[in-house]
């Protein structure tokens, strides 16, 4: 069986790919169907998804792997279901404005916001089968993440990272930890500022 490694960033992507590899009769290496919680407030950020399911706070084998969001819309298209696409909540709301078309047909919204729709980076056919209400698509507003950053002794700016012992650690914003406020905030003390992550 292959192994596929996967990178979650918070509980809730923890628990949904568990349960997708759960329903497929997969189970932990030691034979149970517990979300292990504390596994991942632990520090673990990777599941090894194969014979057994395992888990790592970093990806030590170097394995490629697969962000949350791809593992998601893969399992969605092996099972033929709706295909979600997460956008921001500006683009959501404009969207659903052009959908509720008031005073003129959907067409009539669409020709007028078609530079709009065109800037999103989806793809049109997407956009048009949503607005159409194909319940094949759907989008929804993408989840905002933070992070925690300070300034070190030299004034430059650096983010807590988890390090590979699952304790936290400094470093640059690309390595930054990125969660849901409400894990950010378990992470936080007075040395740390929290701030949204602007993508």
Same mark, same amino acid.
Request: hydrophobic residues 30%; proline residues 5%; charged residues 25%.
């Given at each position: 069986m292959t192994e596929t490694v996967v990178h979650v960033t918070t509980l809730e992507q923890w628990k949904s790919v568990l349960d997708v590899w759960f329903k497929q009769g997969n189970m932990w290496l030691d034979g149970g169907k517990g979300y292990s919680e504390d596994t991942f407030e632990r520090g673990g950020r990777y599941l090894f998804l194969g014979g057994g399911i395992t888990w790592s706070v970093s990806n030590p084998t170097s394995k490629?792997?697969?962000?949350y969001s791809e593992f998601m819309a893969q399992q969605k298209e092996d099972n033929k279901m709706a295909t979600v696409?997460? /956008?921001?909540?500006? /683009?959501f709301d404009e969207l659903q404005r052009i959908k509720a078309h008031e005073g003129t047909s959907l067409i009539g919204a669409i020709t007028l916001n078609a530079q709009f729709i065109k800037s999103?980076? /989806?793809g049109n056919k997407a956009i048009l089968r949503y607005l159409a209400d194909d319940p094949a698509i759907e989008f929804k507003v993408t989840e905002q993440?933070?992070?925690l950053s300070r300034i070190d002794d030299c004034e430059d700016r650096v983010y807590m990272r988890i390090n590979v012992f699952g304790t936290p650690d400094w470093g640059c914003a690309a390595d930054a930890f990125k969660a849901p406020l409400e894990e950010i905030?378990?992470?936080?003390?007075p040395a740390w500022e929290i701030e949204k992550v602007e993508e």
């Open positions: 490629p792997y697969i962000e696409y997460e /956008v921001s909540q500006s /683009v999103i980076e /989806v993440l933070y992070r905030k378990k992470w936080q003390t």
